[in-house]
């Protein structure tokens, strides 16, 4: 049992990791360097990520500097920045590039929320099928004899459940913090 508990918490904790890895992407108004965290060009006879290639840092609020370790690239990291969708301008001025964040209007941070709050809930599905997993295979225990009635009873409606209650929270927790950054104006 202790194994099944320890699989579940890992497979939940890898879900929850998930949605805030989601939730890293979307753009809040503020430059963040995980912004860029999708980006991928073509370099070298590869397709590359662009951290790979290039410094990336933020030295103000609403900007992100992109410095290519190889200036022969640079214009290929401006098109990735372009081809990536994430409604951002970069600007080349030969040795690096610009990208301004620009402000959120208030209909696209609505937007955003909603599109948040859906993230949300498909790690709270995620969560939840792992709990179905798991008290799953308890039955499977208990019908081969492995645990007893107890003991069943105990791991599904506790710990199972309470493993499932923190995880979710941890999401939520996630969720709340992701919308007050992007109700900010």
Avoid: C
């Amino acid at each position: 049992m202790d194994e099944l508990f320890a699989q579940t918490s890992e497979r939940m904790d890898k879900a929850v990791e998930a949605v805030r890895r989601e939730l890293a992407k979307i753009r809040t108004g503020k430059a963040t360097v995980s912004l860029l965290d999708g980006v991928r060009l073509e370099a070298y006879g590869s397709t590359v990520p662009l951290r790979q290639v290039a410094n990336i840092s933020v030295p103000e609020a609403r900007l992100l500097v992109v410095q290519p370790w190889d200036r022969s690239i640079l214009g290929d990291v401006e098109k990735a920045i372009l081809k990536a969708d994430l409604g951002l301008n970069p600007s080349n001025d030969g040795n690096i590039i610009r990208v301004p964040i620009p402000a959120l209007t208030e209909e696209r941070r609505k937007e955003m929320v909603r599109y948040v709050h859906k993230l949300a809930e498909e790690g709270r599905v995620s969560v939840r099928n792992i709990r179905r997993d798991a008290n799953e295979s308890l039955k499977k225990m208990k019908t081969a004899g492995d645990i007893s009635e107890d003991d069943f009873h105990r791991a599904h409606d506790t710990t199972v459940q309470n493993m499932t209650d923190e995880h979710i929270g941890e999401i939520d927790k996630s969720l709340a913090a992701k919308e007050k950054e992007l109700m900010e104006v």
